[in-house]
């Protein structure tokens, strides 16, 4: 054996050695990834089998609750023996309206309030404490240690009002039916002591209202026929009540 053949030999061993670590490495290295992932993988579908039992709802609560609105016209007196007390008459109307508003919203309140603990309460015994659920509080702020429930909506429960005059001459509404309190208080203002004459005449008053709220039903029909066809029927009035 020369010295050339033995240093060729040894490199090439050398250079197998080296491919044959590197190779090795490369194993290792390929079941240390492997390894990694499974045990992500691992992990992810253990927290997904843990969210999914305990934290995810059984159910998941919500309320829409849907009031009535209130439609009223609201006709005043006006015979001439009148005339002289129109400024209070009108006074008394704008006062009334605003109790009746009052009343209204008291009413959407509570119905709101309500909901707002059913819910709470049907969340919390069909779910259990440790249920994570997207809800939140909703301010109070009539009262904010009983906040609403972000999951309770209502719809209606508003009070939507007509005033007219009326005597044995002339019958007529000052505005037509409207939510907005501003309408009539500015509609009461603008009638004068000059409309106030003769006697009070209901009949005609009478068929003022049928007529208003025949045509507040038959616009509210037209409007809601195609989209909200259960709330179009509520609308639905006759020509003539």
């Known amino acids: 054996l020369n010295d050339d053949y033995m240093h060729t030999f040894v490199t090439a061993t050398t250079r197998a ?8 490495d490369r194993y290792v290295k390929m079941n240390k990834i492997i390894l990694a992932a499974l045990v992500i993988q691992a992990f992810v579908f253990c927290f997904i089998a843990i969210y999914k039992t305990f934290l995810v709802p059984s159910f998941t609560f919500s309320m829409n609750v849907g009031m009535e609105d209130v439609d ?7 015979s001439g023996h009148l005339a002289e007390d129109a400024g209070v008459q009108q006074t008394a109307a704008g006062t009334f309206s605003n109790m009746l508003r009052t009343a209204m919203d008291d009413l959407t309140y509570k119905t709101r309030l309500g909901a707002s ?23 109070n702020q009539r009262d904010p240690s009983q906040p609403f429930d972000s999951g309770v909506s ?9 005033t007219g005059l009326f005597n044995a001459y002339d ?4 505005h037509g039916l409207t939510f907005a309190a501003e309408t009539q208080d500015r ?5 004068t002591t ?5 006697y009070a005449q209901w009949y005609d008053a009478m068929a003022k209202c049928s007529d208003v709220f025949s045509a507040a039903g038959q616009e509210d029909f037209q409007k809601f026929h195609g989209t909200f066809p259960r709330r179009a029927l509520r609308c639905h009035r006759p020509e003539k009540v």
């Open 154 to 162: 209502i719809d209606g429960g508003k009070l939507r009002l007509a």
């Open 17 to 24: 050695a080296k491919k044959r670590r590197h190779a090795m």
């Open 117 to 139: 603990k059913l819910v709470r309460d049907s969340r919390q015994e069909s779910n259990g404490w440790l249920t994570w659920e997207s809800s939140t509080d909703v301010h």
């Open 171 to 174: 019958t007529r509404t000052l």
């Open 72 to 78: 009223m016209v609201l006709m005043l007196d006006a």
């Open 194 to 198: 000059e409309e106030y004459r003769g």
């Open 187 to 191: 509609h009461l203002k603008n009638a």
